[in-house]
C-alpha cells in the first residue's frame, strides 16, 4: 500500500526514539569484532530465547555484531546489568538465566554499549507503558503490569505459557481458483476490537460464502488505534486485539467453518521503535550503514519508514524465522505481503523505474516462497507488487498469487462514466497480462487503502433524466451489478468489509486512518440487504461451480453493455449487464441454441439457431445465464 500519510508520524516517533551512534567503522556493514575469549553459543540455541529445564532455565540470544558490550536487565536480576558472552567472530551475544518459575512473565531488556536499552527483537510480548493503558481488560485480561522505575518497550519471557488446544486438525484450504478473500480491519469490523467477538462474526461470514478472511497487519505496530502498517516487531502479536489464546481460539473457529486466515504482514520495513532500528542509528534514528538489517537509504519512491535490506543474510534469516513462526504457532494460512515491490536493493527515484524488472528482487522472492512451501506447500503467498508483467508472471508460475487493483475502473462502471479512467474491466481476466498461471490474480474492486465504490456512487455518480445512480437503491443496484461481474471471472477474488452492504463512508472519513463507522445495522436495510444477497449468491455459485474456473472464456468489457461468455463440460455461463445510465439494445452471442437459466430472476429465455439473442437492456440491468441452473 501507499503508506506516505504515516511521515508525519515517523518523523515524531523518531526523534523521540533517537539512540547513540555506534562505536565501529560503518564501513563493515554489520560485520562482527573479533573476541579471541569469546565462547560459541551452545547446540540448539537460536536468536531470542531458548528455553531449557523445562521452563527453569532460558539461553538468550542477541545478534549484535560489532558492539563492545551487552547485558541482559530484567525481572530475573532486578534490573542489574549481567555481561553476555560473545560469540568469538563477535556476532552473537549470549547468557544462560536459571532458577525461573517457568510460568511465570518476566520482563526484560538488553543494554547494548553501556547506553542503548531495547527490548528483544525476537519477543513474542511487549510492555509498552505509552500505549498499554489504552488496552480494556475487557480485550486483554490480567495484563501484566509495566515494570516500575523502567523506560522504554520491555519484552517478555514465560518460559511456560498457557496452553492452546486446538480443536480442528483436519482443515482444508480453498484452491487458488476458488478462493474469495474477505479483507478486513478488526478495529473497525467489531466495536470492541477484540478477536472473542470477531470470533462472533464467523457465522456471518461463512453465511456470505467466503473461504479466506484476511486480515490487515496483526503483530506489534506502534500505538495502539492503526492501520498497523507502522510494524516495529515481528513475531509478537499486537495486545490491542487480544491475547495470543484469544487470536488462536479465533483461527480454530474459521477452520472449524472452512475459513482460512491470511495475515497481511509487513516485512519491507519497520519503524523506530524496533529493537533492530534502534541497535544502529544515528542522533536523528536513522539506521546507519553498519546496521545489519536496514539500508541507510530507502530504495524506492513509496518508502515510508526505514527498509528492510532483503539482501543481507541477517534479513533473510530475520524474515525467515518471523514467517515460520505464525506458520507453526497459529495456524495461519497465508501471508499477503505488504509493498512486496519494495524488496529490492536497486535505487528507483519514481514509480516507472521502480517497476521496471529486478532481477535480484525476482531471486529474494523466489528464494522466500521456497521456503514458506517448503514448511507449508498449500500455504497461500500473495504479493502487493503492481510490478511489470514480466516479472509478475515470473512469480506467478511459482504459486505466488498477485493484488490485482481494479478500483478505478469499476468505480467508472458502477458510477456510469465512460472516461476518466475507463471503466473498461477486462483486467478481471489473466490473459490481459499475459500470464500462463490461470489463477495467480487476486481481483478487487475495493480494499483497505482504495475508496468505496456506493461512496463514488453517491457523490459523484452519473445520471440521465429521472435514473440517477447517486439514488442509493439505484447505486447498491449498480454494485450488484459489478459483484457479479468481478466474481464471474475465473481466478481468486477479494472484497473489503461490508462491501457487501454498500459500505458508503470514504476511506478518508475521520482521516485516512482515523476509526471507521460500523455498520452491522445495514443488515436491516432491504436494499443493502438485496445486495449481500447477490454477494453471497455470486461467491457460492463461483465456490460450487467448476465453470468459474475455465480457461475456455471470451468477453467484452470495454463498453456500456459488458459481457463474459464461460464454456466449460458441466455448464455453458452468460454473464451481461448494462453499465450505462440509458437504455442499450443489443444481441448477444450464446454459444448455442436452446433454454438458458436466468439465475438471477429464476425465468428463463431460448436462444434462437442463430444463436443472436437480441435484448434491450434497461440502466442496471444484469444476468446470469447458464444452460443448468447453478449449484
Known amino acids: 500500500m501507499k503508506r506516505t500519510y504515516l511521515l508525519l508520524i515517523a518523523a515524531a516517533l523518531l526523534v523521540s526514539l533517537g539512540c547513540s551512534k555506534k562505536s565501529v567503522d560503518p564501513g563493515t556493514g554489520g560485520g562482527g569484532v573479533p573476541f579471541p575469549n569469546g565462547k560459541d553459543l551452545p547446540a540448539g540455541v537460536a536468536d531470542g530465547v531458548t528455553i531449557l529445564n523445562s521452563g527453569t532455565s532460558v539461553i538468550f540470544d542477541l545478534t549484535a555484531p560489532g558492539k563492545s558490550s551487552v547485558s541482559i536487565i530484567g525481572e530475573f536480576n532486578n534490573w542489574q546489568p549481567a555481561a553476555m558472552t560473545p560469540t568469538p567472530d563477535g556476532t552473537h551475544w549470549w547468557i544462560q538465566i536459571d532458577g525461573l518459575t517457568p510460568t511465570t512473565e518476566y520482563a526484560y531488556q538488553y543494554l547494548i554499549d553501556g547506553t542503548i536499552k531495547v527490548a528483544d527483537p525476537y519477543t513474542e510480548k511487549v510492555l509498552d507503558p505509552a500505549n498499554d493503558p489504552g488496552i480494556p481488560a475487557s480485550v486483554y485480561p490480567n495484563l501484566k503490569a509495566y515494570p516500575a522505575g523502567q523506560t522504554g518497550i520491555v519484552s517478555i519471557v514465560q518460559p511456560v505459557q498457557p496452553a492452546y488446544t486446538w480443536t480442528t486438525t483436519n482443515f ?234 481494479l478500483s478505478g475502473s469499476s468505480e467508472q462502471a458502477t458510477m456510469g462514466y465512460a472516461t476518466n479512467p475507463s471503466w473498461d474491466i477486462s483486467g478481471l481476466f489473466y490473459n490481459q497480462f499475459s500470464f500462463t498461471a490461470p489463477y495467480a490474480l487476486i481481483s478487487y474492486f475495493e480494499s483497505h487503502d482504495e475508496e468505496r465504490l456506493m461512496y463514488k456512487n453517491e457523490q459523484f455518480g452519473n445520471s440521465s433524466g429521472s435514473y440517477t445512480t447517486k439514488d442509493i437503491p439505484t447505486g447498491l443496484k449498480r454494485n450488484e451489478m459489478g459483484a457479479v461481474f468481478m466474481f464471474s471471472s475465473p481466478g481468486p477474488k477479494m472484497l473489503w468489509q461490508f462491501g457487501e452492504l454498500g459500505y458508503d463512508y470514504s476511506v478518508n472519513y475521520n482521516g485516512r486512518l482515523g476509526d471507521k463507522p460500523i455498520v452491522w445495522n445495514y443488515t436491516s436495510d432491504v436494499n ?93 440491468e444484469y444476468h446470469v445465464y447458464s444452460t443448468t441452473a447453478l449449484k
Open 528 to 620: 443493502r440487504k438485496h445486495l449481500q444477497t447477490i454477494y453471497s449468491k455470486m461467491i457460492k455459485w463461483k465456490i460450487n461451480n467448476p465453470v468459474f474456473a475455465t480457461t475456455n472464456f471470451s468477453y467484452s468489457l470495454a463498453g456500456p453493455v459488458k459481457w463474459i461468455q464461460l464454456l466449460d463440460p458441466s455448464t455453458n455461463v452468460e454473464v451481461v449487464g448494462n453499465f450505462d445510465v440509458v437504455s442499450q439494445p443489443t444481441s448477444i452471442n450464446f454459444p448455442a441454441a436452446g433454454t438458458y437459466y436466468d439465475n438471477i430472476t429464476g425465468t428463463s429465455i431460448t436462444v434462437p439457431s442463430s444463436t443472436s439473442y437480441a435484448i434491450t437492456l434497461a440502466p442496471g
Open 172 to 405: 482444508t484450504r480453498a484452491a487458488p481458483k476458488n478462493l474469495v478473500v474477505y479483507e478486513l480491519l478488526v478495529r473497525d469490523f467489531v466495536a470492541t476490537h477484540s478477536y472473542s467477538t470477531l470470533k462472533d462474526t464467523i457465522s456471518y461470514l461463512a453465511n456470505l460464502g467466503v473461504n479466506a478472511i484476511e486480515l490487515m497487519p496483526v503483530n506489534e505496530f506502534e500505538g495502539n488505534d492503526s492501520w498497523g502498517y507502522n510494524t516495529n516487531f515481528g513475531m509478537a502479536l499486537d495486545k490491542y486485539y487480544g491475547t495470543k489464546n484469544a487470536y488462536k481460539a479465533f483461527i480454530d473457529a474459521c477452520h472449524a467453518k472452512g475459513i482460512a486466515v491470511i495475515q497481511d504482514f509487513v516485512l519491507e520495513d519497520q519503524f523506530g521503535s524496533s529493537p533492530m532500528v534502534r541497535m544502529y542509528c544515528d542522533a536523528n534514528g536513522v539506521p546507519t550503514a553498519d546496521n545489519p538489517w536496514f539500508d541507510v537509504a530507502n530504495m524506492h519512491p513509496d518508502a515510508v519508514g526505514y527498509q528492510l535490506n532483503h539482501q543481507s543474510a541477517y534479513t533473510q534469516y530475520y524474515t525467515e524465522r518471523v514467517m515460520k513462526y505464525w506458520m507453526q504457532e497459529y495456524h495461519i494460512d497465508g501471508y499477503r505481503f505488504d509493498e512486496a515491490k519494495g524488496y529490492t536493493q536497486t535505487y528507483s527515484a519514481d514509480e516507472a523505474s521502480w517497476a521496471n524488472y529486478d532481477a535480484g528482487r525476482v531471486a529474494t522472492w523466489k528464494a522466500y516462497n521456497s521456503y514458506m512451501k517448503g514448511i507449508d506447500p498449500n500455504f497461500y503467498v500473495i504479493l502487493e507488487y503492481f510490478a511489470g508483467n514480466q516479472e509478475e508472471s515470473e512469480l506467478a508460475n511459482q504459486g505466488m498469487m498477485m493484488w490485482n487493483n
